[in-house]
């Protein structure tokens, strides 16, 4: 395969933009270079090249999200589903394999090569097996439509086009509006992907014998847990998550084009079966929410089995748990980092605290404790119209643990009492936070007789929004109620 490089290199312009640039240049108007690249046929990708990108990828992609989920009946199942699928795709005979990635987000993506990924965060919140039904349809219409290769390609011309440009016209403005132009191309060509792996999806799913709109259903129940997570974080976006809603945009006007384009079909809600009953007896027992290398988030408190130590966090404040960070925030938007790092163990606290902005350890205000054998230097500062209160922690030789809390200045005072207690929190397990330090379970349970939303909802392993968690993990509508003998989801300890 003939490599090309995005950066606007030499040799990319000699290979490629000076062909464009020749009879281009300055004929075309931006809008109409912009135009040439979104029409422009093919891919700089063959197929075999596809082959050998997803094999080289796919142990790289199961290592980032937390290796594979290992459960072989649960494997086995979603393997029949896609079987089924692709005997209606638009290549039936291209071979297939579907991961489950052993990570609480909410996600699914597929990769050349025919590799698809679903987490078990995704079958944690899918209802019924129509519903992972459309997902799986909607990446092996991704695979097979080479979405990827595509927009690898879109990429390319849209970044040759914006540095032909540049070297031509230097006008900052231009330049600025270039690479405005290039994104919209890419979020649009990324949206028409969407947009067409959903009617994909609607086809083959309906071929294969599900009720069609059952991938609307759960682009619905997304949304849902979208907006629950941002009231349970404080936040109005996961800032760095990798979720569903991330990689496949453009979800509202999804929703209404695909139940556009089913209507256009004749095709009619709820005349197929989607198989309640037999999908949530197979993800009966499954793994919810982290993995104990990540550490657990049990109301405020985080608990790290692996290394040991637990802190909890102010009132008011929610946590975030990331791979490698542990993010906090309250509803004014007040912040707190806790992360750890390696270190020489003869590092000076003082000054690897005064490197924070280069601005020195006398900045700071720096104080140092050093108590039952672990040493505490915090420090506070203002920088860039914020207050900075940092606290570094060595509690053994070479690693220093941080806890880093960003207030307005307005707000620092209040607050500086409860940052000083999250930092003097941070310690070894108490016996009941080795208790509270497992993963945790989705059970399937029947409702019973009298049984309401609030009265299973008290099952929920959960301190707080426990009825809303319960609706939104079974696609429950704010009003909706259970019938006795129905099945539904609950997470447990």
Request: glycine share 6%.
């Amino acid at each position: 395969m003939r490599k090309f490089r995005l950066n606007g290199s030499p040799s990319m312009l000699r290979d490629v933009g000076l062909v464009l640039a020749t009879g281009l240049m300055t004929s075309c108007t931006q809008g109409q270079l912009i135009d040439l690249a979104r029409t422009s046929p093919g891919t700089f990708i063959s197929q075999a090249d596809e082959l050998k990108i997803g094999a080289q990828a796919h142990p790289k992609i199961v290592s980032q999200f937390g290796g594979a989920y290992e459960n072989a009946d649960l494997n086995a199942y979603l393997a029949n589903i896609v079987t089924k699928l692709k005997k209606n795709s638009p290549q039936p005979d291209v071979p297939y394999q579907v991961t489950i990635l052993n990570s609480p987000a909410v996600n699914a993506f597929a990769v050349p090569g025919g590799y698809i990924y679903l987490t078990r965060g995704l079958l944690a919140l899918a209802n019924n097996e129509a519903e992972i039904a459309s997902v799986l349809a909607h990446e092996l219409g991704h695979l097979t439509e080479r979405h990827s290769a595509k927009r690898y390609s879109v990429a390319l011309k849209a970044n040759i086009i914006t540095r032909i440009l540049e070297v031509v016209e230097d006008d900052p403005a231009l330049r600025r509006n270039l690479r405005l132009g290039s994104a919209s191309l890419l979020a649009r060509h990324s949206r028409d992907q969407e947009i067409e792996a959903d009617r994909i999806a609607i086809l083959i799913t309906q071929r294969t014998g599900y009720d069609p709109y059952a991938g609307i259903s759960f682009l619905k129940t997304m949304t849902a847990q979208n907006s629950l997570k941002n009231k349970i974080n404080n936040t109005s976006s996961l800032v760095g998550q990798v979720d569903f809603l991330a990689t496949h945009p453009a979800i509202g006007l999804r929703k209404i084009k695909a139940f556009s384009f089913a209507s256009q079909l004749g095709l009619m809600p709820d005349r197929k079966k989607r198989f309640r009953k037999s999908y949530l007896t197979k993800i009966d027992k499954l793994r919810y929410g982290n993995n104990r290398d990540q550490g657990f988030v049990r109301d405020r408190t985080y608990i790290n089995p692996q290394q040991g130590f637990r802190f909890k966090v102010p009132t008011g404040f929610r946590i975030q748990n990331r791979k490698h960070l542990v993010v906090a925030l309250d509803s004014d938007r007040n912040v707190m980092l806790f992360d750890s790092r390696p270190s020489s163990p003869e590092a000076d606290l003082e000054d690897v605290l005064g490197r924070h902005f280069s601005l020195g350890r006398t900045a700071w205000n720096t104080r140092k404790t050093i108590k039952n054998g672990i040493e505490t230097v915090s420090g506070t500062a203002s920088y860039r119209k914020v207050n900075h209160q940092i606290f570094l922690i060595r509690k053994k030789p070479g690693k220093i643990y941080r806890f880093w809390f960003i207030s307005s200045p307005d707000q620092t005072k209040a607050l500086s009492r409860s940052f000083r207690q999250t930092a003097k929190s941070f310690g070894s397990l108490s016996a009941t936070d080795r208790k509270l330090a497992v993963p945790r379970k989705l059970h399937t349970i029947t409702v019973k007789p009298g049984d309401t939303v609030a009265r299973i909802s008290k099952k929920m392993a959960f301190t707080e929004m426990r009825q809303q968690r319960f609706r939104v993990l079974n696609g429950l509508a704010s009003t909706a109620t259970v019938k006795s003998g129905q099945q539904v989801k609950i997470i447990t300890n």
